[in-house]
């Protein structure tokens, strides 16, 4: 069979990047593979973004954010809390660093940068509890870091897309704190791999059919959580009431139609969405951000959004 697709010129040092990831079996090694790749397509942080890093109290654990900020920009700050991808397993605050000052930069809002649990060693519901938690701890305590806790959007990036999807479900239905939109970007959602993108995009080049089904199974380790809107957003029964929503999805990634799926099932339930499909992209397109003006784009599409409803433009 051959292979037709029209991959994005722009996608072209995605695609290299992964000659810099070795045999990998072991958790350990595939964290080390990400971390090189990561490292490969990183972009310097300018000196107008600073951080600092903290630890929030959840009721569970102190969980580790790092928060962006511009140099001069006087709190208390709208806030993204954004949740960085990596298959649940995979990533931390220095891989997901490049995404997470550029958006600090254009949606012109402080980023906090959540570090949640990792699988195989915390399985659901951890990465979701910690990141239900820095949620709670900001709409309580956020003056402490400068951050508005009224002003909130969440942005999530593949695995993070999912946790930003559950999160928005559970403040929704235990009358939890307001979050004025949420960004979900080529989102896993629980979806099973039997959809056509599964198929069209099974063998990558960026992410394939075969690890995100490991990758899955690693989160969603007991048959109950396949139908836990928490653990499977896409397998929530409601989903009316939610805030605006951004899905963000690569034509040539297997977990395209988990995003659309979800984002059929919004529309439907009349739930305010925007659907966006990067044409000719892969799966992490927004590390490639200064690769052409279209990746440029995209990136500025989904900055666009949060710092819409994030500075009431929205």
Request: charged share 20%; net charge negative; with cysteine.
């Amino acid at each position: 069979m051959t292979d037709d697709r029209r991959i994005h010129p722009e996608m072209a040092a995605l695609v290299a990047a992964r000659d810099f990831m070795q045999p990998a079996e072991t958790p350990e090694e595939k964290r080390a593979n990400w971390t090189r790749y990561t490292a490969a397509l990183a972009l310097p942080r300018p000196p107008e973004i600073g951080t600092s890093d903290h630890l929030v109290q959840t009721a569970d654990q102190a969980v580790p954010v790092r928060l962006y900020r511009e140099a001069g920009a006087d709190g208390p700050l709208p806030v993204v809390v954004y949740l960085h991808g990596g298959g649940f397993m995979l990533g931390d605050l220095d891989s997901s660093d490049s995404i997470a000052w550029g958006l600090c930069r254009q949606a012109r809002a402080a980023i906090l940068n959540v570090d949640y649990r990792l699988t195989p060693d915390f399985p659901y519901p951890a990465a979701f509890d910690d990141c239900y938690g820095v949620i709670e701890y900001l709409a309580r305590s956020g003056a402490e870091l400068g951050l508005d806790g009224s002003r909130i959007v969440l942005c999530g990036d593949s695995a993070g897309g999912s946790l930003a999807a559950a999160c928005s479900l559970a403040l929704r239905d235990r009358a939890g704190p307001r979050v004025l939109a949420q960004a979900l970007v080529y989102p896993t959602l629980g979806c099973q791999p039997t959809l056509p993108s599964y198929e069209e995009n099974r063998d990558g080049p960026s992410l394939t059919r075969e690890s995100m089904v490991y990758y899955n199974s690693k989160y969603l380790t007991r048959p109950q959580d396949w139908t836990d809107p928490y653990a499977a957003p896409v397998s929530a029964t409601d989903v009316s009431g939610l805030p605006p929503t951004l899905v963000h999805t690569a034509q040539y990634d297997p977990i395209r139609d988990d995003g659309r799926e979800y984002a059929a099932k919004l529309a439907a339930a009349g739930s305010p969405v925007t659907y966006r499909e990067a044409c000719g992209m892969l799966h992490g397109f927004l590390r490639m951000r200064e690769a052409g003006p279209d990746t440029r784009a995209e990136f500025a599409a989904l900055a666009r959004f949060l710092g819409d409803h994030l500075h009431g433009r929205g």
